[in-house]
């Protein structure tokens, strides 16, 4: 089944891309939950959106990749989250929250999906986030989750 992925499916490829799945993945996972359409020769003009407004969110280039990475490693990334006794949040840290938190902290604006949180952040303390600016750029970020 030839599809085309309108989001970034890990192992698969990014959103624009055609590619060829197994026809049940493709009509049971990929387009029920939005990640592809079916591929038409009228669907050549969505490609070139997608591909498009990728590119406009995309980080220019590995050297642009470096000094985002050397901003925000040295940054003082601090979230404040209501806790309860002992340390333990009711509830846990988001990427959503993590990139708020960036970018209160004066850092540049970074893509929700390209965050990865060590498991759950479920404890307040020091924790060490990890984005992914580029394909070979990865961004240790440390955040200080505070209790509210």
Same mark, same amino acid.
């Given at each position: 089944?030839?599809? *085309? ?12 891309? *055609?590619? &060829?799945?197994? &026809?049940?993945?493709? %009509?049971?996972? #990929?387009?029920? %939950?939005?990640?592809? *359409? ?13 591909? %498009?407004?990728?590119? /406009? %969110? ?9 000094? *985002? ?47 990865? #949180? ?17 394909? &070979?750029?990865? /961004? ?9």
């Amino acid at each position: 089944m030839k599809l *085309i992925l309108t989001r970034e499916v890990s192992g698969l490829g990014l959103a624009g891309d *055609i590619v &060829d799945v197994a &026809d049940g993945y493709g %009509r049971n996972y #990929l387009v029920p %939950r939005g990640a592809a *359409i079916s591929w038409t020769k009228g669907a050549e003009k969505q490609i070139t959106q997608i591909k %498009r407004a990728r590119d /406009a %969110r995309e980080i220019r280039g590995l050297d642009h990749a470096k000094e *985002i990475k050397n901003q925000l490693e040295q940054l003082s990334v601090t979230l404040t989250a209501r806790a309860g006794d002992g340390g333990k949040l009711f509830g846990s840290v988001t990427q959503s929250d993590v990139v708020n938190a960036v970018k209160a902290a004066g850092g540049p604006l970074v893509d929700k999906k390209r965050v990865h #949180l060590p498991g759950h952040i479920k404890t307040t303390g020091a924790h060490t986030v990890t984005i992914e600016l580029h394909a &070979d750029v990865v /961004a240790s970020v440390p955040v200080t989750v505070a209790a509210s």
